[in-house]
């Protein structure tokens, strides 16, 4: 099986090479030559399994170059009991008779990105071998809040690596600072970025496409790979736990097989809301794909008028992990609906960096419209959303999983679709603390470590381990640096 570029067809690699280097040399994302599809007996077969088993079967589909026995112990290192707080790794929880939530919090970090990212260091460092690779990697990283504790915490101690994250100084929440600052390992460092998310994806972006730094650092032994979700490696896990949530409400009774399930994304880079899309290919019955935004609505503006414009002021939200403008993932997409007409995809994407927008052909707006819903909402909104769901359903959620909780809410209004919909659940409150208490009434609730504390107290809901033990960590990390100068700070790093 190989992986071809979006911008250029010719360009192929097998799925080693697709991972150890993230991006393509011509800038575009790798991409399976096509999806493969389950045999139709295999959501039965699927749903007896655990989650670490289903997701050996179903990685194994996407990587030939693999054994079943090198991914079987990559599973159940990346998804045991030391590193997740439940058994079933990415349960699916009742909220009502046609809301399902799939928990995706229950890793190391406490949020969604280490159901990838606990996969990533296995499997990229398997690539690297195969690929017969001698340089260390140095794994760079911009992160709007979790990505980066995802990897460092994926990252640390692995031999063979470096990684280096970089976050925008006042994008992400107390806690998520705090989670990166304290990171323990030998490998890692974090820096700070005067600016915001996308300041800091760009910067790290130019990083790549620096020929002098790629030699310089090669001459002292290292090369430049991706964390972020534009690597395959990180869309590859999350495609499992769809498909296992699948199986999941099969198993109970809640959907037989062949049955409709929508599914509603609280939305960022658009790499959670793609794997649900390859699951669907694969041949899960998925329904509509709902892309929930916060006020940062490109997307939203984008499946409802097939208009990409990021020429409009970036908002600060309660939910940052999804302050984006531009959504890197979003050119796999461009990729299948345009049937891989690499010009095509070049040129929406040459047309993104020069003018800031494209719109895309009639042909791809209508494959947006059999797929996908979208909508949005505001802090007000989604603190409304927290509101309810906790004194209706005594379910506490978090911001990013209160902007889907509301756009699905605004999906069923308009359309009156009463498929059941599996609401993605992308962190833990505890990681949010003063915006959830804000939402559920307190008025002036404790900033930084002490929220996690006062919000277990007010809702009698027990932290998860990981933040509850952050009050005993050392802060090693307090560095800043202005966008332009994010290259001389990897030099510095990498001393
Ligand atoms: C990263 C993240 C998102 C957005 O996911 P994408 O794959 O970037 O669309 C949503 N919620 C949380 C909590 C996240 O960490």
């Given at each position: 099986?190989?992986y071809?570029?979006?911008?250029?067809?010719?360009?192929?690699?097998?799925?080693?090479?697709?991972?150890?280097?993230g991006?393509a040399?011509?800038?575009?994302?790798?991409?399976?030559?096509?999806?493969p599809?389950?045999?139709?007996?295999?959501?039965?077969?699927?749903?007896s399994m655990?989650y670490?088993?289903?997701?050996?079967?179903?990685?194994s589909?996407y990587?030939?170059?693999?054994?079943?026995?090198?991914?079987a112990?990559?599973?159940?290192?990346?998804?045991?009991?030391?590193?997740?707080?439940?058994?079933?790794?990415a349960?699916?929880?009742?909220?009502?008779?046609?809301?399902?939530?799939?928990?995706?919090?229950?890793?190391?970090?406490c949020?969604?990105?280490?159901?990838?990212?606990?996969?990533?260091p296995?499997l990229?460092?398997?690539?690297?071998?195969?690929?017969?690779?001698?340089?260390?990697?140095?794994?760079?990283?911009?992160?709007?809040?979790?990505?980066?504790?995802?990897?460092?915490?994926g990252f640390?101690?692995?031999?063979?690596?470096?990684?280096?994250?970089?976050?925008?100084?006042d994008?992400v929440?107390a806690?998520?600072e705090?989670?990166?600052?304290?990171q323990?390992?030998a490998?890692?460092?974090?820096?700070?970025?005067?600016g915001?998310?996308?300041?800091?994806q760009?910067?790290?972006?130019?990083?790549?496409?620096?020929?002098?730094?790629r030699?310089?650092?090669a001459?002292?032994?290292?090369?430049?790979?991706?964390?972020n979700?534009i690597n395959?490696?990180?869309?590859l896990?999350?495609?499992?736990?769809?498909?296992?949530?699948?199986?999941?409400?099969?198993?109970?009774?809640?959907?037989?097989?062949?049955d409709?399930?929508?599914v509603?994304?609280?939305?960022?880079?658009?790499?959670n809301?793609?794997a649900?899309?390859?699951?669907?290919?694969?041949g899960?019955?998925?329904?509509r794909?709902?892309?929930?935004?916060?006020?940062?609505?490109?997307l939203?503006?984008?499946?409802?008028?097939?208009?990409?414009?990021?020429?409009?002021?970036?908002?600060?939200?309660?939910?940052?992990?999804?302050?984006?403008?531009i959504?890197?993932?979003?050119e796999?997409?461009?990729?299948?609906?345009?049937c891989?007409?690499?010009?095509?995809?070049?040129?929406y994407?040459?047309?993104?960096s020069?003018?800031?927008r494209y719109?895309?052909s009639?042909?791809?707006?209508?494959k947006?419209?059999?797929?996908?819903?979208?909508?949005f909402c505001?802090d007000a909104?989604a603190?409304r959303?927290?509101?309810?769901?906790?004194?209706?359903?005594?379910?506490?959620i978090?911001p990013?999983?209160?902007?889907?909780?509301?756009?699905?809410?605004?999906y069923r209004?308009?359309?009156?679709?009463?498929?059941?919909?599996?609401v993605?659940?992308?962190a833990?409150?505890?990681?949010?603390?003063?915006?959830?208490?804000e939402?559920?009434?307190v008025?002036?609730?404790i900033?930084?470590?002490?929220s996690i504390r006062?919000l277990?107290?007010?809702?009698?809901?027990?932290?998860?381990?990981?933040l509850?033990?952050?009050?005993?960590?050392?802060?090693r990390?307090?560095?800043?640096?202005?966008?332009?100068?994010?290259?001389?700070?990897?030099?510095?790093m990498?001393?």
């Amino acid at each position: 099986m190989y992986y071809v570029s979006t911008r250029d067809k010719l360009r192929k690699t097998p799925v080693a090479g697709a991972i150890a280097y993230g991006l393509a040399p011509d800038g575009g994302l790798y991409t399976p030559e096509a999806i493969p599809t389950l045999a139709g007996n295999a959501l039965n077969t699927l749903k007896s399994m655990t989650y670490q088993q289903r997701a050996v079967y179903l990685m194994s589909m996407y990587l030939d170059s693999y054994s079943a026995s090198e991914l079987a112990g990559f599973c159940s290192r990346a998804y045991g009991p030391e590193k997740f707080d439940d058994a079933r790794v990415a349960p699916v929880r009742t909220v009502d008779e046609t809301t399902y939530a799939l928990e995706l919090w229950h890793g190391p970090t406490c949020a969604f990105k280490d159901l990838a990212l606990q996969m990533l260091p296995y499997l990229l460092t398997a690539a690297l071998q195969k690929e017969g690779e001698r340089k260390t990697a140095c794994i760079l990283v911009a992160t709007s809040g979790d990505t980066g504790k995802g990897a460092l915490e994926g990252f640390k101690d692995v031999a063979g690596t470096r990684i280096l994250v970089f976050y925008p100084k006042d994008g992400v929440s107390a806690i998520q600072e705090l989670q990166m600052n304290t990171q323990e390992g030998a490998n890692v460092g974090v820096c700070s970025v005067v600016g915001n998310f996308d300041d800091a994806q760009t910067g790290v972006k130019r990083i790549f496409s620096d020929p002098e730094l790629r030699e310089e650092l090669a001459q002292r032994g290292f090369f430049l790979s991706s964390a972020n979700s534009i690597n395959w490696g990180r869309v590859l896990p999350q495609i499992v736990y769809y498909v296992s949530a699948y199986c999941d409400l099969m198993r109970d009774g809640v959907l037989e097989k062949g049955d409709k399930l929508n599914v509603c994304v609280p939305t960022g880079n658009f790499g959670n809301i793609l794997a649900a899309y390859y699951a669907k290919q694969m041949g899960v019955p998925l329904g509509r794909l709902i892309c929930a935004s916060n006020q940062n609505n490109v997307l939203t503006d984008f499946i409802q008028t097939g208009t990409y414009d990021r020429n409009r002021p970036f908002y600060n939200t309660i939910s940052p992990s999804m302050d984006i403008l531009i959504s890197s993932n979003l050119e796999r997409l461009l990729h299948a609906f345009t049937c891989g007409d690499a010009p095509q995809v070049r040129d929406y994407m040459d047309r993104l960096s020069a003018e800031g927008r494209y719109q895309v052909s009639g042909e791809v707006k209508k494959k947006l419209d059999r797929e996908f819903a979208a909508a949005f909402c505001d802090d007000a909104q989604a603190k409304r959303a927290i509101a309810k769901v906790w004194n209706e359903k005594h379910y506490l959620i978090d911001p990013h999983t209160a902007v889907a909780m509301d756009a699905l809410e605004q999906y069923r209004a308009k359309t009156g679709d009463a498929t059941p919909t599996l609401v993605v659940s992308t962190a833990s409150p505890f990681k949010f603390g003063p915006a959830v208490m804000e939402a559920l009434g307190v008025a002036e609730p404790i900033r930084g470590l002490e929220s996690i504390r006062q919000l277990s107290d007010l809702t009698g809901v027990a932290a998860p381990a990981p933040l509850a033990s952050l009050a005993g960590k050392q802060i090693r990390f307090s560095g800043t640096v202005e966008k332009d100068h994010m290259a001389d700070k990897v030099r510095e790093m990498l001393k």
